[in-house]
């Protein structure tokens, strides 16, 4: 299936997550945790965060079975093994993930061994809280899966947790989330509801990122950043992505390079790419900006100023034949062919930051 008129068939597998969205929602996880029937819950965050999770534990007094601050990016099996002990002997039933991707993940990664209920407080717009995706590592090799297990029960964004979000972050990791929203345009089982929330998010993003360029406090472009981040974790939560993931995922494996930048300076390129193939479903992307989708998705980086070059992230030009050969490994759903010559191209381009031609 590679268009869809409103007649198409489809099937849309609702959306089970509980959502709670707003400024001081934070208040609302007491409530939130004893509606999904929990006395006791284990505080997660990163040890950059341990002071949010530590305040959030006092705030909820002797229903907080505890912190455990050691959340790690890629979600390493050695610190979920820590944090499963920490957990049972804690009497927790659930696990509240207070921060981006990397806590979530920890969470979700207790959740699938253990049974316990998840309620996600997302402070990154990097989109894990309404999916059902973990990517573990153990001895250096990161594996994904999906699973009804992991999908969290309930997610609380509470926008002003987001406004000290620093700036650079702040860009790359909307700019993951509209990678999100780009690739659910032509999943292969994309269906209307997913399509139309992902097509929402791209005005948003315009109008409100240029604006937290200027002033990264701003309540109301937060919201909306936050808002659009929403959307994006969603369609990243129901339907497949292709080219632009799984090659972000080679990089990130092979060159060891940061997620959210990786996924920032990739898009235009895959986009590109795949925009020769199906423009007529990446066109909300170019109504959005106004201009075709690689040349948009590469001007709003630089505009926003996040990297643009894999050479700023330490990538050597050497190691870009290794990456590619790793790229064609593995085939996957994607709506354009590809074979190792094309990507060797994409990743040239993203090398050294030329502007898609489309
Ligand atoms: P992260 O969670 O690693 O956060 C990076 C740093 O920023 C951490 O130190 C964190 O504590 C800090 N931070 C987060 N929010 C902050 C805030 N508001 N203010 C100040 N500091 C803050 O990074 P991320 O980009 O959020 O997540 C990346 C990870 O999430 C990757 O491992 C990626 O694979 C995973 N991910 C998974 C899914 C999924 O569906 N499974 C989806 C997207 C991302």
Redesign the pocket.
């Known amino acids: 299936m590679r268009s869809m008129s409103q007649a198409a068939p489809f099937v849309f597998p609702g959306i089970s997550t509980r959502v709670v969205f707003g400024s001081g929602t934070l208040a609302n996880v007491g409530e939130e945790l004893a509606r999904l029937g929990h006395a006791h819950a284990l505080l997660l ?5 341990s002071d949010e999770a530590t305040r959030l534990a006092q705030t909820l007094g002797p229903v907080a079975a505890g912190v455990f601050a050691e ?5 390493p099996v050695a610190v979920t093994d820590k944090a499963v002990s920490v957990f049972q002997a804690s009497g927790a039933t659930a696990v509240i993930a207070l ?7 920890l969470g ?1 990664a207790i959740a699938t061994r253990t049974g316990a209920d998840q309620i996600c407080v ?14 573990e590592t153990e001895g250096g090799v ?1 594996t ?1 899966r999906r699973d009804a297990s ?1 999908r969290p029960e309930t997610v609380i964004y509470d926008v002003d ?6 700036l650079p ?1 702040t860009m ?2 909307a700019l ?1 989330a509209i990678a ?1 929203a780009a690739e659910a345009l032509y999943a292969a089982d994309r269906n209307p509801v997913v399509v139309a929330m992902a097509e929402r998010a791209f005005p948003v993003f315009r109008d409100a990122l240029p604006r937290l360029a200027s002033a990264p406090r701003d309540a109301d472009a937060r919201a909306e950043t936050l808002y659009a981040a929403w959307l994006c ?1 969603t369609a ?2 129901y339907v497949a992505m292709g080219l632009h993931h799984k090659l972000c ?1 080679t990089i ?1 494996g092979a060159a060891n390079t ?3 930048d990786t996924h920032a300076i990739m898009l235009p390129h895959t986009i590109g790419f795949n925009a020769a193939a199906v423009p007529d479903l990446l066109a909300p992307i170019d109504a959005a900006f106004g201009a075709s989708p690689g040349k948009a998705l590469f001007r709003l980086a630089a505009d926003i100023g996040a990297p643009t070059r894999l050479a700023d992230l330490g990538v050597r030009e050497t190691q870009l034949d290794a990456v590619a050969d790793l790229a064609v490994r593995n085939p996957y759903d994607n709506p354009r062919p590809f074979d190792r010559a094309a990507i060797r191209a994409i990743l040239q381009d993203a090398w050294a930051g030329n502007e898609p031609g489309i």
């Open positions: 965050s990163t040890p950059h965060q959340a790690t990016m890629h979600t921060g981006g991707g990397s806590t979530i993940g979700k997302p402070t990154s717009y990097a989109g894990s809280e309404m999916t059902d995706i973990l990517g990161k994904t992991i947790l987001t406004l000290g979000l620093p972050m790359t990791s993951n999100h974790s990243l939560g995922h990130g940061p997620h959210a």
